[in-house]
């Protein structure tokens, strides 16, 4: 069982999910099984995911496309760490995200998810660098006013989600991320590293 779970989910994601997943491949800790869901694409993303030949992915497909909480969802049900890592397909990470986000999670056992730093990019437009904050306290306040944490950049531990029952909820869809983050601060801690630690792409 590898220390870490991946879920990311990819619904006609062809033009960057190269990049998303080779990011992932090649990231400095190594435990981690990356579980990808195919959300009904009508494109070329199931082709290129299964270009890949490497034993840490799981392809699981969608028979119709489902939507991101139900795709989601299917990633939590499928995976097995006692981390679990969010990736976007059209997003990059840094080599070492996993690396440092494990290590502090491994020393602040309150922390139920942990987010980092983002640099925003995207065809055209200067690269933009922002952070959240890094006090737990501050973090958990900030929920009374939007996301503190960005989605794509979250570790969460596996433990809270199982033990409190927890998930992405479809009735707040486009909203199911700020609503768990709200869910996990009632019963654990949540943060988020300075470093920007994801490119996060605008197009």
């Known amino acids: 069982m590898s220390k ?3 879920v990311m989910p990819a619904y006609n994601a062809e033009q960057y999910i190269c990049e998303a ?3 992932i491949l090649n990231q400095t800790y190594k435990d981690f099984e990356f579980i990808i869901i195919n959300d009904g694409s009508t494109d070329r993303t199931k082709e ?3 270009s890949y030949n490497d034993p840490r992915i799981v392809y699981l497909e969608n028979e119709k496309n489902s939507g991101i909480v139900v795709t989601l969802n299917k990633g939590l049900d499928f995976a097995t760490g006692e981390y679990i890592a969010r990736m976007d397909a059209d997003d990059v990470a840094s080599p070492k995200r996993f690396e440092k986000q494990v290590a502090y999670m491994g020393k602040n056992k309150g922390i139920g998810v942990l987010g980092t730093g983002i640099i925003i990019f995207g065809e055209g437009m200067a690269e933009k660098s922002y952070s959240f904050s890094s006090n737990a306290r ?3 306040a900030d929920l009374f006013f ?3 944490l960005a989605h794509p950049t979250v570790m969460i531990r596996r433990s809270v989600l199982t ?4 998930a992405y909820e479809e009735e707040y869809n486009g909203l199911e991320d700020f609503v768990l983050w709200w869910r996990i601060a009632q ?3 949540v943060n988020s590293l300075k470093e920007p630690l994801l490119y996060y792409r605008k197009h």
């Open 4 to 6: 870490v779970s991946v």
């Open 138 to 140: 501050q973090a958990k």
């Open 146 to 148: 939007n996301s503190s």
């Open 48 to 50: 290129i995911i299964k």
């Open 187 to 189: 019963v654990a801690e």
């Open 21 to 23: 997943i080779e990011s």
């Open 163 to 166: 033990e409190y029952k927890l």
